[in-house]
């Protein structure tokens, strides 16, 4: 075990190095030919080609109404936006809206980007990107991270998701549904997957996520500028939290430690597990790939609840995948009442909904796309229970090259308790953060 947290620590001051190596200049632009812009209209760079025809449609429906042209260019399969955009913004030829990764590349456009913060729909969502005290990043869909559900295994069991409200309550369900796990027909009661060269970024990014946010405001960063800060935890947090990650050692599935994300989705699809270690990205692949499998199932219904690790955390994680930035020196008010329209007409949130699969970060929204979490973080959201992803502020490679590894470990049996687990993850954070 010592071996091995070594290397780790060795590789965070490789990957350390490296990054300081690397210089800032911007990568040579992508020979995509820009889509030109008809005079008084507006052109968005969206970065998902999957959401294409969709978002022509909504351009097309705002056009009919409002007689403003706004021109859809997508950019992918292969593709790198960011160097593509800015080889636009070195040819003067800046799209009006255009699609970043929040923390990750908002460095880059910061003064380049129009203040939002005094738009309709600010108040109307709690996922818009907020940098220096400023609006700059319009939300258009939702990820959540939360402990998910089979609904109707808990039913059979006995279960009320409801009643999870804690770690006593969360280790009373495990245990109530581990004595019932042959008749339920499980293979165990969680798939939780650790496996760290593929699937690192879930235990060491999505559930360390959760020791920063859950259950606190969105724009609580105690425990994150606490980290920032050399790689620091606060142990007192920090415990119950690890307490939690050693109850899911207990009741994965032993094939976690070496499976991949495929098989911990179908896992989950094929009614195997009760709960899964996975966001709501899964959705989409529980009704796609292993729709088969799915339907086999029953079809059940899927929720999602808080990683309550204190008594009374009640939010899921919640965030954008990426915003739309308006470009400063563009059209700027003509792009800022599209944005507008987007966030609050009924057939556009229906268009974004169903055409293009979006989760609407919206309260007011009323529709929902074909997936199974849509309604709970519907749920969540419009009951304002919901905590942000402040993980994405970490130092960057940490979950790959350090937390991930840890978190294997643990659950391969080489840390004796959680205190042990808790100890190493700390060493290894603090020297990441000093290298």
Same mark, same amino acid.
């Given at each position: 075990?010592?071996?091995?947290? %070594?290397?780790?620590?060795?590789? &965070?001051?490789?990957?350390?190095?490296?990054? &300081?190596?690397?210089? &800032?200049?911007?990568?040579?632009?992508?020979?995509?030919?820009?889509?030109?812009?008809?005079?008084?209209?507006?052109?968005?760079?969206?970065?998902?080609?999957?959401?294409?025809?969709?978002?022509?449609?909504?351009?097309?429906?705002?056009?009919?109404?409002?007689? /403003?042209?706004?021109?859809? @260019?997508?950019? !992918?399969?292969?593709?790198?936006?960011?160097?593509?955009?800015?080889?636009?913004?070195?040819?003067?030829?800046?799209?009006?809206? %255009?699609? +970043?990764?929040? #923390?990750?590349?908002?460095?880059?456009?910061? !003064?380049?980007?129009?203040?939002?913060?005094?738009?309709?729909?600010?108040? #109307?969502?709690? &996922?818009?990107? /907020?940098?220096?005290?400023? /609006? =700059?990043? $319009?939300?258009?869909?939702?990820?959540?991270?939360?402990?998910?559900?089979?609904?109707?295994?808990?039913?059979?069991?006995?279960?009320?998701?409801?009643?999870?409200?804690?770690?006593?309550? *969360?280790?009373?369900? +495990?245990?109530?549904?581990?004595?019932?796990?042959?008749?339920?027909?499980?293979?165990?009661?969680?798939?939780?997957?650790?496996?760290?060269?593929?699937?690192?970024?879930?235990?060491?990014?999505?559930? %360390?996520?959760?020791?920063?946010?859950?259950?606190?405001?969105?724009?609580?960063?105690?425990?994150?500028?606490?980290?920032?800060?050399?790689?620091?935890?606060?142990?007192?947090?920090?415990?119950? =939290?690890?307490?939690?990650?050693?109850?899911?050692?207990?009741?994965?599935?032993?094939?976690?430690?070496?499976?991949?994300? #495929?098989?911990?989705?179908?896992?989950?699809?094929?009614?195997?597990?009760? $709960? /899964?270690?996975?966001?709501? =990205?899964?959705?989409?692949?529980?009704?796609? #790939?292993?729709?088969?499998?799915?339907?086999?199932? !029953?079809?059940?219904?899927?929720? *999602?609840?808080?990683?309550?690790?204190?008594?009374?955390?009640?939010?899921?994680?919640?965030?954008?995948?990426?915003?739309? !930035?308006?470009?400063?020196?563009?059209?700027?008010?003509?792009?800022?009442? +599209?944005?507008? =329209?987007?966030?609050?007409?009924?057939?556009?949130?229906?268009?974004?909904?169903?055409?293009?699969? $979006?989760?609407?970060?919206?309260?007011?929204?009323?529709?929902?796309?074909?997936?199974?979490?849509?309604?709970?973080?519907?749920?969540?959201?419009?009951?304002?229970?919901?905590?942000?992803?402040?993980?994405?502020?970490?130092?960057?490679?940490?979950?790959?090259?350090?937390?991930?590894?840890? %978190?294997?470990?643990?659950? *391969?049996?080489?840390?004796?308790?959680?205190?042990?687990?808790?100890?190493?993850?700390?060493?290894?954070? @603090?020297?990441?953060?000093?290298?």
């Amino acid at each position: 075990m010592k071996k091995r947290v %070594f290397a780790i620590i060795l590789a &965070a001051a490789m990957t350390a190095s490296l990054t &300081a190596c690397g210089g &800032a200049a911007a990568p040579a632009a992508d020979a995509a030919a820009p889509a030109e812009t008809p005079e008084g209209g507006i052109r968005l760079v969206n970065n998902k080609v999957e959401v294409d025809e969709g978002l022509k449609k909504l351009a097309k429906a705002y056009e009919e109404k409002t007689g /403003v042209p706004v021109v859809i @260019e997508s950019l !992918g399969g292969g593709i790198d936006t960011q160097a593509t955009l800015k080889g636009y913004y070195q040819a003067d030829n800046m799209p009006d809206i %255009f699609v +970043f990764e929040g #923390d990750l590349q908002y460095p880059t456009w910061e !003064g380049l980007l129009a203040d939002l913060s005094d738009e309709p729909w600010v108040s #109307d969502t709690e &996922a818009e990107y /907020v940098a220096d005290g400023k /609006v =700059w990043g $319009f939300p258009t869909t939702t990820e959540a991270i939360g402990l998910a559900y089979n609904a109707d295994i808990l039913a059979k069991a006995g279960v009320d998701p409801k009643s999870i409200t804690g770690p006593e309550s *969360m280790k009373k369900a +495990f245990e109530t549904i581990d004595s019932k796990k042959e008749e339920l027909g499980l293979t165990a009661v969680l798939g939780y997957y650790t496996e760290s060269s593929q699937l690192w970024w879930s235990p060491g990014q999505h559930i %360390f996520g959760t020791y920063f946010d859950s259950g606190l405001k969105r724009d609580d960063t105690t425990y994150i500028d606490l980290f920032k800060d050399g790689g620091k935890l606060d142990m007192e947090r920090a415990k119950p =939290w690890s307490e939690m990650v050693a109850l899911f050692n207990q009741y994965t599935d032993p094939a976690g430690v070496s499976g991949t994300y #495929d098989a911990q989705v179908l896992g989950f699809a094929s009614g195997k597990y009760a $709960f /899964v270690t996975q966001g709501s =990205w899964i959705g989409a692949t529980i009704v796609n #790939d292993d729709k088969d499998a799915y339907e086999a199932a !029953g079809s059940f219904e899927i929720g *999602m609840i808080p990683y309550a690790f204190i008594e009374g955390q009640d939010t899921i994680l919640t965030n954008s995948p990426n915003w739309w !930035g308006v470009y400063k020196d563009g059209n700027v008010e003509e792009a800022k009442k +599209f944005l507008a =329209w987007c966030a609050a007409d009924d057939g556009g949130q229906e268009i974004l909904a169903k055409d293009c699969g $979006f989760i609407s970060p919206y309260a007011s929204n009323t529709h929902s796309p074909d997936d199974p979490f849509a309604k709970t973080i519907a749920e969540y959201t419009a009951a304002g229970k919901t905590s942000s992803w402040h993980w994405l502020s970490m130092k960057e490679g940490i979950g790959q090259n350090a937390t991930g590894v840890v %978190f294997q470990d643990f659950a *391969m049996g080489n840390f004796p308790d959680a205190a042990t687990f808790l100890d190493t993850l700390q060493k290894v954070c @603090e020297n990441y953060y000093a290298n």
